[in-house]
T-cell receptor, first 113, second 114 residues
Framework: DGGITQSPKYLFRKEGQNVTLSCEQNLNHDAMYWYRQDPGQGLRLIYYSQIVNDFQKGDIAEGYSVSREKKESFPLTVTSAQKNPTAFYLC????????????FGSGTQLSVL | QQQVKQSPQSLIVQKGGISIINCAYENTAFDYFPWYQQFPGKGPALLIAIRPDVSEKKEGRFTISFNKSAKQFSLHIMDSQPGDSATYFCAASDEGGSGSRLTFGEGTQLTVNP
């Protein structure tokens, strides 16, 4: 079955540590996105990529980094510069065909130890 | 900054009742307005969407009403069921209706009591 796989489901970060969240899709979608979700708030865009080897900052990119070396993979690194990393992180992808809709993965809950 | 304002923050409805969630936007360039449903610990799933060339769209028990002049749109859930209990997000985008750069509302936590 085609879909978006995020791993791990839960992740804990120690002070000063960088952690990487995985996002893989087998939908052959060109565009991929990372959103952050905090309780009582909507989803906020961190980074997005519309093609391999290219990506753009979203609204809250500070303290995060991404790479897009393969079409199916878009990992997100939460760096030590992100002082408030505790949140639910959602990856999404979108195909180029007419009528394609944004599809989300099941998310990764990141907490600080 | 582009914004989408959503209300109420939480909503409690009895089984069989009508749930109504409202959203207002500022950017008149927005041309695609989806609603997403999210269950705890899961990613949001597209529920229904509308474009500004129509004033209403219905899919089963879910209806979007759209008022272009007021820059408002709303989700109506008819005959609400306990299984509808979830968080609902409205969103909007201005990139040709592809939904590629969505701006989300703050979310509404709906509880449907049996």
């Amino acid at each position: 079955d085609g879909g978006i796989t995020q791993s791990p489901k839960y992740l804990f970060r120690k002070e000063g540590q960088n952690v990487t969240l995985s996002c893989e899709q087998n939908l052959n979608h060109d565009a991929m996105y990372w959103y952050r979700q905090d309780p009582g708030q909507g989803l906020r865009l961190i980074y997005y990529s519309q093609i391999v080897n290219d990506f753009q900052k979203g609204d809250i990119a500070e303290g995060y980094s991404v790479s897009r070396e393969k079409k199916e993979s878009f990992p997100l690194t939460v760096t030590s510069a992100q002082k408030n990393p505790t949140a639910f992180y959602l990856c999404a992808s979108l195909g180029q065909a007419q009528g394609e809709k944004l599809l989300f993965g099941s998310g990764t809950q990141l907490s600080v130890l | 900054q582009q914004q989408v304002k959503q209300s109420p923050q939480s909503l409690i409805v009895q089984k069989g009742g009508i749930s109504i969630i409202n959203c207002a936007y500022e950017n008149t360039a927005f041309d695609y307005f989806p609603w997403y449903q999210q269950f705890p610990g899961k990613g949001p799933a597209l529920l229904i969407a509308i474009r500004p060339d129509v004033s209403e769209k219905k899919e089963g028990r879910f209806t979007i009403s759209f008022n272009k002049s007021a820059k408002q749109f709303s989700l109506h859930i008819m005959d609400s069921q306990p299984g509808d209990s979830a968080t609902y997000f409205c969103a909007a985008s201005d990139e040709g209706g592809s939904g590629s750069r969505l701006t989300f509302g703050e979310g509404t936590q709906l509880t449907v009591n049996p």
